[in-house]
Every structure is written in structure tokens, then in C-alpha cells.
């Protein structure tokens, strides 16, 4: 049971890393936000830009926010 529930998750991990990625975001901000969100990437071994995906995606789901295209 534990197995498959691993096979699972691994499943859905990999389904998730082959989205494409074919949108570009910029945004302007302060050096300290910048430093606060490379550190707490570093802090969960991600990159800026999984950081800040992850934080989006949290506040999504803590708000029941769904996007208006179905790619995440």
C-alpha cells in the first residue's frame, strides 16, 4: 500500500515538471523582499522562481482560487 502510494506521488510529481513553461513574469520590488525570497528558497533548497510558485500556489488553494486556463 505504501509503495503505491509513492508510485502515485511520484506520478503526479513527474506530471507536474513536464508543463511547459510559456510565460514570462517581471516584476520590479525592494532589495529586502528580493533577499527575503531568495532566502527562503535557499531555505527549502528551491530556486526564486519555484519559491515564488509554490507561495502562489499555496495562496491559491488557501483561498480556493483557480486559474482561468487550466495549466499550473
Known amino acids: 500500500m505504501q509503495n ?3 508510485l502515485q506521488a511520484l506520478a ?3 506530471s507536474l515538471m ?5 510565460e514570462t513574469f517581471s516584476i520590479r520590488t525592494s532589495v ?10 535557499d ?4 530556486s526564486a522562481a519555484s ?3 509554490a507561495l502562489v500556489i499555496n495562496d491559491a ?3 480556493r482560487l483557480t486559474p ?5
Open 4 to 6: 503505491a502510494l509513492h
Open 12 to 14: 503526479l510529481r513527474a
Open 18 to 22: 513536464v508543463r511547459l513553461k510559456d
Open 32 to 41: 529586502g523582499i528580493k533577499q527575503l525570497l531568495h532566502q527562503a528558497a
Open 43 to 46: 531555505r527549502k533548497c528551491h
Open 51 to 53: 519559491m515564488l510558485k
Open 61 to 63: 488553494k488557501a483561498h
Open 68 to 72: 482561468t486556463h487550466s495549466k499550473i
